[in-house]
């Protein structure tokens, strides 16, 4: 494994536009369980939750499991050394945008600057009656549905519900940025999910070297990733950081 880090962080040093994109994976050091795998949320909860026919018919349902998903716990998670070290690296000029399917703002929240949100965020909720925009933690949740200020409309959080498009701007932004990409960092993520999961191949297609951190196989491994490094993302990252530093 120590030639293969070696490896990946020469890679990643000689790189012109390298680009991360990352997955629920990211965030288990945190201590936010993924979706998918032996500790997954969608083996205790029901994805019906998430989708958006079902959030605008049992509003009060759906936002009791977003509350306990999204918002009882995740609130307080921070982020772990894999958010620092992708900051770290794009402080240096090495990494110039991270690419997330991740709705926990832990990216910013370790510094990172260029973070495309590819299926929204928590962080912010919206007014379906009027489009007031508010911070999440400026919004109690002790009643629900958390109703506007302005006009009691009912919120809803801005992250992509199943049956919803992806944002515009993160869906063009992020895919302007596989296609320029020559090194894509491939962190956390099944691949399960498309369109998201069409971003690596796109950054392959254009010629990148795609780079995958995930203690299991995924849909990209055995396909297009061209260096598998098998473990934990916080600790793969640290060691890659000490390694660079080192060249
Ligand atoms: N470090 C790196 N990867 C990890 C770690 C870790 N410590 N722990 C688990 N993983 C890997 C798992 O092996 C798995 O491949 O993270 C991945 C998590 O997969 P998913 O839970 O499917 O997460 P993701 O691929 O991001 O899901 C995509 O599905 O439900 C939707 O919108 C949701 O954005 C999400 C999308």
């Known amino acids: 494994m120590e030639n293969k880090i070696l490896q990946a962080a020469q890679v990643i040093k000689d790189s012109k536009y390298a680009v991360a994109f990352t997955g629920a994976g990211i965030s288990v050091e945190s201590g936010i369980?993924?979706?998918?795998?032996?500790?997954?949320?969608?083996n205790k909860y029901d994805p019906i939750v998430?989708?958006?026919n079902y959030f605008y018919a049992n509003t009060l349902e759906s936002w009791k499991v977003i509350r306990e998903l999204f918002y009882d716990f995740f609130g307080k998670a921070k982020p772990n050394s894999a958010h620092q070290v992708l900051a770290y690296l794009e402080n240096t000029g090495i990494i110039k945008s991270i690419i997330t399917q991740n709705?926990?703002?832990l990216h910013q929240e370790a510094g990172s600057k260029t973070v495309y949100e590819f299926h929204g965020t928590a962080h912010?909720?919206?007014c379906l009656k009027c489009g007031?925009?508010?911070?999440?933690?400026?919004?109690?949740?002790?009643?629900?549905?958390?109703?506007?200020?302005?006009?009691?409309?009912?919120?809803?959080?801005?992250?992509?519900?199943?049956?919803?498009?992806?944002?515009?701007?993160?869906?063009?932004?992020s895919f302007e940025e596989a296609e320029k990409s020559d090194v894509f960092i491939v962190?956390?993520?099944?691949?399960?999910?498309?369109?998201?999961?069409?971003?690596?191949h796109t950054a392959h297609q254009n010629g990148a070297i795609i780079i995958e951190i995930n203690p299991e196989e995924s849909l990209f491994t055995n396909n297009i990733t061209k260096i598998?490094?098998?473990?934990?993302?916080?600790?793969?990252?640290?060691?890659?950081?000490?390694?660079?530093?080192e060249l």
């Open 33 to 42: 369980p993924p979706f998918r795998g032996p500790e997954g949320l969608w």
């Open 50 to 52: 998430l989708d958006v």
């Open 103 to 105: 709705i926990d703002n």
């Open 124 to 126: 912010t909720m919206i």
């Open 132 to 173: 007031q925009k508010y911070q999440s933690p400026d919004i109690s949740l002790s009643k629900l549905p958390p109703k506007c200020k302005e006009c009691n409309g009912v919120l809803k959080p801005d992250f992509i519900f199943f049956g919803e498009g992806i944002p515009e701007y993160a869906h063009n932004k």
């Open 187 to 200: 962190i956390g993520t099944t691949g399960e999910v498309m369109p998201a999961s069409m971003l690596p």
């Open 228 to 245: 598998h490094l098998k473990g934990k993302a916080g600790e793969i990252l640290t060691e890659i950081k000490k390694q660079i530093e």
